[in-house]
C-alpha cells in the first residue's frame, strides 16, 4: 500500500536532542534518599503551626486532599512557596506523585513503567531472546505492577522534566510541514497526547531492550528483526506501531542534526572521548527499526509466522473510524484514527512503516484527531 499523498513540504528547523530512561545511579536508595530534600524517608509528622494564611491553616487532611487534586507544576510550586504544605508533601510525597502521574498518563502508567524498567541501570538480566520474552509477557500483559517509592519518583522526574518537553518538541516538528496556522495553533488534544506519549515511550521500551543487536549473528540466543516484529511489535495494533514508526523517523531526524553539531565541533571544542561514543548511539538509534520497517522482513514474516492479524486483513475486516477515543483501560484497545482508517480505505490492514510509504511520516499522520488531519490535509488538495 502506497500514500494517498505524494509529497511532504520541506521541514521546518529540528534541535537535536538524546535522552533515555535511567534511574539515578552512584548511590543506595537509603543515600538517595538522605540526600533527596523532598524524599518523604526526610519527613517528620506535621507540626500544628501558627500562620496568617487560611489555606495554611486547614486541617492535615484537608490539605493533603487539596495537593492530590494539583497537576505536577502546581504541586510543585505549592509545596515550595509555602512551608505548610511543602511539610505535607514530603511526608506525602509517593501518593502525591502517584497521583500526578496516574491524572498525567492514565493507561500509558504502563508505558512509562515498561521504559523505565527496561533501562539499562534496571533491567539487569542478559538481553537475549529468553529474557526479553518474560520481560515483555508481563509489560503489558495487565495493569502495571505498582511502581515502588522510588520508581514513582523517578519516573515522576523522568516524565514531567524529560517527555513533556520532548512531546512539545515531536508537536512542533511535525506541525512545522504545514503553513496554516489553522492545522497548527490548536494544542494537543487529550488523545493526540496519549498517542504521542505512548508511542515514544514504546519507542523508548525497544531501544532498551534491542539496542545494538546483530541481525546476522545466527546463534539461537540472537536477536534478530523477526524477534522485534514478533516479540515487541505483536504487543500492539498496526496502527500503534505507525505510531511508533513515526517517532523513530523524528528520532532520526534529531540525531541527525545532533550528529552535524558535534562533528562540527570536533576541532573547536575538543570533545574527543564524547564524540568516540556519540556515534555508536546514534547509529544504534537509527538502525533500530532499519531492517522491520522494510517489505521484505514484513512479507517474510508473514510467510514465516502467519498471524490472526494477517487473516483479517486478507479477509479485509472493516474497520471504520469510530471517533478519537482514549483506551479507558489496561486491557482496551486503542481506536484508530480516522487517518489510518482513510489510508486502509477503511478495512483492517497488518502493515506498516515502508508497506504505507514514507512520505506521511514527518507529517505525524496517523498521531492527529479528526479535525487536525482533515485541516492537513486540505493542505494537499485532499478532502476526507
Not at 486532599?65 to 514530603?90: K, W
Request: hydrophobic content about 35%; glycine content about 6%.
Amino acid at each position: 500500500m502506497t500514500s494517498k499523498v505524494s509529497a511532504v513540504p520541506e521541514p521546518g528547523p529540528s534541535i537535536a536532542s538524546g535522552h533515555s530512561i535511567e534511574p539515578t545511579t552512584g548511590s543506595s536508595e537509603a543515600t538517595h534518599q538522605k540526600n533527596d530534600p523532598m524524599s518523604s524517608a526526610n519527613a517528620s509528622p506535621e507540626p500544628m503551626q501558627a500562620t496568617n494564611s487560611a489555606l495554611e491553616g486547614l486541617p492535615a487532611e484537608i490539605r493533603r486532599i487539596i495537593l492530590e487534586e494539583l497537576d505536577y507544576p502546581s504541586l510543585l510550586t505549592l509545596a515550595h512557596t509555602s512551608p505548610v504544605f511543602y511539610q505535607s508533601y514530603r511526608l506525602h510525597q509517593t501518593p502525591l506523585l502517584r497521583a500526578c502521574l496516574q491524572k498525567a498518563l492514565g493507561v500509558t502508567i504502563a508505558d512509562a513503567s515498561a521504559a523505565y524498567r527496561s533501562s539499562p541501570g534496571v533491567f539487569a538480566q542478559e538481553r537475549n531472546k529468553d529474557e526479553i520474552t518474560k520481560f515483555l509477557a508481563t509489560a503489558w500483559g495487565g495493569p502495571p505492577n505498582e511502581l515502588t517509592e522510588s520508581e514513582v519518583r523517578e519516573v515522576s522526574r523522568f516524565h514531567f522534566t524529560v517527555m513533556e518537553p520532548l512531546l512539545e518538541r515531536f508537536m512542533t516538528w511535525s506541525l512545522n510541514h504545514f503553513s496554516t496556522l489553522e492545522a497548527t495553533a490548536k494544542p494537543p488534544s487529550i488523545t493526540e497526547r496519549g498517542r504521542i506519549m505512548r508511542a515514544m515511550y514504546r519507542f523508548s521500551t525497544g531501544y532498551n531492550l534491542f539496542y545494538g543487536y546483530n541481525r546476522y549473528d545466527p546463534s539461537p540466543m540472537a536477536l534478530g528483526d523477526f524477534d522485534i516484529i514478533s516479540l515487541f511489535l505483536f504487543l500492539f495494533e498496526p496502527w500503534e506501531v505507525e505510531q511508533i514508526v513515526s517517532v523513530d523517523c523524528w528520532v532520526r531526524q534529531e540525531l541527525d542534526s545532533l550528529e552535524e553539531v558535534y562533528s562540527g565541533k570536533r576541532q573547536q571544542w575538543g570533545y574527543e572521548h564524547l564524540l568516540a561514543t556519540v556515534p555508536q548511539s546514534i547509529n544504534g538509534a537509527r538502525e533500530l527499526l532499519l531492517g522491520v520497517l522494510t517489505e521484505y522482513t514484513q512479507e517474510q514474516r508473514r510467510i514465516e509466522q502467519p498471524s490472526e492479524r494477517d487473516l483479517r486483513a486478507e479477509a479485509r475486516e472493516p474497520l471504520p473510524f469510530v471517533g478519537d477515543l482514549e483506551p479507558d483501560s489496561f486491557e482496551s484497545k486503542s481506536s484508530p484514527p480516522l487517518g489510518w482508517t482513510w489510508v486502509c480505505e477503511g478495512v483492517y490492514y497488518n502493515g506498516y512503516g515502508d508497506r504505507l510509504g514514507r512520505e506521511m511520516r514527518q507529517i505525524a499522520w496517523v498521531m492527529w484527531d479528526e479535525g487536525r488531519f482533515r485541516k492537513q490535509m486540505a493542505e494537499y488538495g485532499d478532502e476526507i
